[in-house]
T-cell receptor
Framework: NAGVMQNPRHLVRRRGQEARLRCSPM?????VYWYRQLPEEGLKFMVY????????ESGMPKERFSAEFPKEGPSILRIQQVVRGDSAAYFC?????????????FGQGTRLTVV | TQLLEQSPQFLSIQEGENLTVYCNSS?????LQWYRQEPGEGPVLLVT?????EVKKLKRLTFQFGDARKDSSLHITAAQPGDTGLYLC?????????????FGTGTKLQVIP
């Protein structure tokens, strides 16, 4: 999973600020997933993107959260006006195009702390 | 929405014991993966099972996919402290050329030396 790069690893924001989390998928992978994990819990799906296209955003909160995966550059998960409840680990995973029976490989995550 | 329930949620055992973790759903999956996650790290893929009834072995770990592709189990023989971690199953559904992956609730395993 070292091939999926997330940055920053740790991010501290004050309430009301914006948080930008970046994910560079493995080489050759054009599908990206974002997940959120609270302490001692499993992974909760947020959004599934292909380059320049949102496939499924059913797990994204309707307000303050957005995601993109541009033609060039990393995928970005953006959280506006952060609140303490946004504090969590956010993981990105990538898989190849034509994902038929292919696995998703994870980055090391970004740990967001809202103070 | 596909839901995956894992049991047990927590498990603390002595080194050398055997254990089984279960992953159950009412949905059918195209494939199912098992991951292990250590504190502060991302999940690491252990195995993918695709065919109903399939059994895969990875050293002391044995993975089985249910005949109906709705459930799976992970059996660890002679557990070691290095097996400690959060075990996650993930079911994949393929539709329209895309793959939706849903994670289970997780099983936290502690192996005591």
């Amino acid at each position: 999973n070292a091939g999926v790069m997330q940055n920053p690893r740790h991010l501290v924001r004050r309430r009301g600020q914006e948080a930008r989390l970046r994910c560079s998928p493995m080489k050759g992978h054009s599908h990206v997933y974002w997940y959120r994990q609270l302490p001692e819990e499993g992974l909760k799906f947020m959004v599934y993107l292909q380059k320049e296209n949102i496939i499924d955003e059913s797990g994204m909160p309707k307000e303050r959260f957005s995601a993109e995966f541009p033609k060039e550059g990393p995928s970005i998960l953006r959280i506006q006006q952060v609140v303490r409840g946004d504090s969590a680990a956010y993981f990105c995973a990538s898989s190849p195009l034509k994902g038929t029976n292919t696995e998703a490989f994870f980055g090391q995550g970004t740990r967001l702390t809202v103070v | 929405t596909q839901l995956l329930e894992q049991s047990p949620q927590f498990l603390s055992i002595q080194e050398g014991e055997n254990l089984t973790v279960y992953c159950n759903s009412s949905s059918v999956f195209s494939s199912l993966q098992w991951y292990r996650q250590e504190p502060g790290e991302g999940p690491v893929l252990l195995v993918t099972v695709v065919t109903g009834g399939e059994v895969k072995k990875l050293k002391r770990l044995t993975f089985q996919f249910g005949d109906a592709r709705k459930d799976s189990s992970l059996h660890i023989t002679a557990a070691q402290p290095g097996d400690t971690g959060l075990y996650l199953c993930a079911g994949a559904v393929h539709s329209g050329g895309y793959q939706k992956v849903t994670f289970g609730t997780g099983t936290k395993l502690q192996v005591i030396p």
